[in-house]
Nanobody, 115 residues
Framework: QVQLVESGGGLVQPGGSLRLSCAAS????????MGWYRQAPGTQRELVAR???????NYADSVKGRFIIFRNNSRNTVYLQMNSLKADDTAVYYC?????????WGQGTQVTVSS
């Protein structure tokens, strides 16, 4: 089993950048497919970006060209670099790990984009 702890959220102005981190503990991090999801008030949780163990990525259309997901297996951490942030990016961001069909979630970190 893996435990996930997100950090790096906060308040940022439109056009700004943030980097989210998700530290994993308790298992072999490198064998997990990782992802970031987000949920705004009154909406369903949605995929933001995924990164599998082979290095393949996919992104929500709304963040393509602005967000980058990457991982450092030696640090058991996955990151989400968010650039050119918009008000619509405001949400709680959740880290996700999947292994053999079982999903694990972090507690979430709030990102607020506002002037």
């Amino acid at each position: 089993q893996v435990q996930l702890v997100e950090s790096g959220g906060g308040l940022v102005q439109p056009g700004g950048s943030l980097r989210l981190s998700c530290a994993a503990s308790g298992t072999r991090f490198s064998i997990y497919n990782m992802g970031w999801y987000r949920q705004a008030p009154g909406t369903q949780r949605e995929l933001v970006a995924r990164l599998d163990t082979g290095g393949r990525t996919n992104y929500a259309d709304s963040v393509k060209g602005r967000f980058i997901i990457f991982r450092n297996n030696s640090r058991n951490t996955v990151y989400l670099q968010m650039n050119s942030l918009k008000a619509d990016d405001t949400a709680v961001y959740y880290c996700n790990a999947i292994l053999l069909g079982t999903a694990y979630w972090g507690q979430g970190t709030q990102v607020t984009v506002s002037s």
